[in-house]
């Protein structure tokens, strides 16, 4: 079952802008991860928040934890079109021997030069 | 460091032949994974590994073995292979131990799969 659905599905910017990306999730976690992953090659981390952090920096990456709300957001500033890729956030769902990852669907991120 | 490396690359398969996928990771890491990729569908857990000679069942282990002889290594089977298991295979690993959580996973470049 999916734990966590990206918004939008596509995406599509100019270089230089921002672009920002939601996850949604189901069920309490101990954290929430980023991917990025490249046409043809396999998952890349990103940046992992944990449950009791509410925002976290990584170079031109900004994410956004609200537990409340169980959602995330993932920011990338002055997008390159190196950062042409899809992005998938994952889920570490909290509960006794839960080291799996949930992921969602993916945003495909377009970044046009 | 190679890191995750999955072999093959590609395959092609007939309905009803069997095949290995194989896994290997040379970062020392305990937990390794076997996931599957399909159009709009994210990736799915297939098996786990908690460490050599354990393994798990995942969300959609049915059509599917594995072993864990060897830390480095994780093997994926298809005994009767089946044209819905046509997919693209991802293996992962991660440094997890008991009691410590939060740590990523890296991931191989994937095995596309198809199945006529």
């Known amino acids: 079952s999916q734990q966590g659905e990206e918004d939008p599905q596509a995406l599509s910017i100019q270089e230089g802008e921002n672009a920002t990306m939601n996850c949604s999730y189901k069920?309490?976690?101990?954290?929430l991860q980023w991917y990025r992953q490249n046409s043809g090659r396999g998952l890349v981390h990103l940046i992992l928040?944990?449950?009791?952090?509410r925002e976290k920096h990584s170079g031109r990456l900004r994410v956004t934890l609200d537990t409340s709300k169980k959602s995330s957001s993932l920011l990338i500033t002055a997008s390159r079109a190196a950062d042409t890729a899809s992005y998938f956030c994952?889920?570490?769902?909290?509960?006794?021997?839960?080291?799996?990852?949930?992921f969602g669907k993916g945003t495909k991120l377009s970044v046009i030069p | 460091n190679a890191g995750v490396t999955q072999t093959p690359k590609f395959r092609v398969l007939k309905t009803g032949q069997s095949m290995t996928l194989l896994c290997a990771q040379d970062?020392?890491?305990?937990?390794m994974y076997w996931y599957r990729q399909d159009p709009g569908m994210g990736l799915r857990l297939i098996h786990y590994?908690?460490?050599?000679?354990?393994?798990a069942k995942g969300e959609v282990p049915d059509g599917y073995n594995v072993s864990r002889l060897k830390k480095q290594n994780f093997l994926l089977g298809l005994e009767s292979a089946a044209p819905s298991q046509t997919s693209v295979y991802f293996c992962?690993?991660?440094?997890?131990?008991?009691?410590?959580?939060?740590?990523?996973?890296?991931f191989g470049d994937g095995t596309r799969l198809s199945i006529l």
């Open positions: 970062m020392n890491h305990e937990y």
């Open positions: 069920t309490s976690i101990n954290n």
């Open positions: 992962a690993s991660s440094y997890t131990l008991l009691g410590q959580r939060n740590q990523p996973q890296h």
């Open positions: 994952a889920t570490e769902n909290s509960g006794a021997g839960s080291y799996q990852l949930t």
């Open positions: 590994s908690v460490g050599e000679g354990t393994t």
């Open positions: 928040i944990r449950s009791n952090e």
